[in-house]
């Protein structure tokens, strides 16, 4: 008798990521309980929501949520998850306010925490040889990992589709309305302009931003130095991905 597929779930541990990755270990548990087998991995907090039948394996260090409050002076909290700090009217002038706080909310961990989390959970890959990785979409150390050791791997993320794969359309990402701006697609003609100023500062943020400098440097072997993790692919935005794409919107 063959074993059950084993698949495990790395996340943080805030209720806005953690909750979807929950979700889907419970559903995984109702339909296939005996055909999976299931992990879950995340920081300290998330042990005691962990289901009975699933092993948890605790990460080090702290939750997006966590690492956000320690270098931000907006206090954040499991259930503002990041609305606080970037919580701002839509359109132009609340995107441009937005833009900046960007960086801090996707990677807010420190080089040395950044590493540190990525090798606890290369450890965790090697002893349980899952035949999956479910990542978090703003746990990228996850991603780098599961490259790193070559497990196939699928990012389940709360967030649009558009804005996980957005860096790999090239020069269609200027008529995609950027996150915070609240436009709509396709847009219209007269936005277009604004956008574009959008997508330039966005892209200037991500690059010289000093922290998101230091965590590429310390990744050092990632094949590719980009905030968002690669998708192997380039998908169309119009539409749902291809099945192929490693890529769930929750």
């Not at 087998?37 to 300290?44: G, K």
């Not at 080089?111 to 450890?123: F, K, L, Q, R, V």
């Not at 010289?208 to 692919?233: C, D, E, W, Y």
């Amino acid at each position: 008798m063959s074993r059950p597929v084993r698949i495990a779930f790395a996340t943080n541990s805030d209720a806005g990521q953690y909750n979807i990755h929950l979700a889907a270990i419970h559903s995984l548990l109702e339909h296939h309980h005996a055909d999976v087998e299931s992990h879950l991995l995340a920081q300290a907090p998330g042990r005691k929501r962990c289901p009975m039948d699933v092993e948890f394996h605790e990460m080090p260090g702290m939750s997006n949520v966590a690492a956000i409050n320690a270098i931000s002076p907006l206090q954040e909290t499991e259930e503002t998850c990041g609305q606080a700090t970037a919580s701002q009217p839509p359109g132009f002038f609340g995107a441009l306010k937005v833009i900046p706080l960007i960086p801090a909310i996707i990677s807010p961990w420190q080089p040395s925490e950044y590493i540190s989390i990525t090798h606890a959970i290369e450890d965790v890959l090697i002893k349980i040889k899952p035949d999956l990785v479910v990542i978090d979409d703003v746990l990228f150390q996850a991603a780098d990992a599961a490259d790193k050791l070559e497990v196939p791997y699928i990012i389940l993320s709360p967030s649009a589709w558009k804005d996980m794969a957005s860096h790999e359309q090239g020069l269609k990402t200027f008529m995609l309305p950027l996150m915070g701006s609240g436009w709509t697609y396709p847009l219209p003609v007269h936005i277009i302009p604004f956008n574009f100023i959008l997508v330039l500062y966005f892209i200037y943020n991500i690059s010289t931003n000093p922290q998101l400098k230091a965590v590429f440097a310390a990744q050092g072997s990632r094949v590719h130095p980009v905030i968002l993790p690669h998708t192997r692919h380039t998908p169309p935005l119009h539409g749902s991905p291809p099945p192929r794409v490693p890529h769930i919107s929750a």
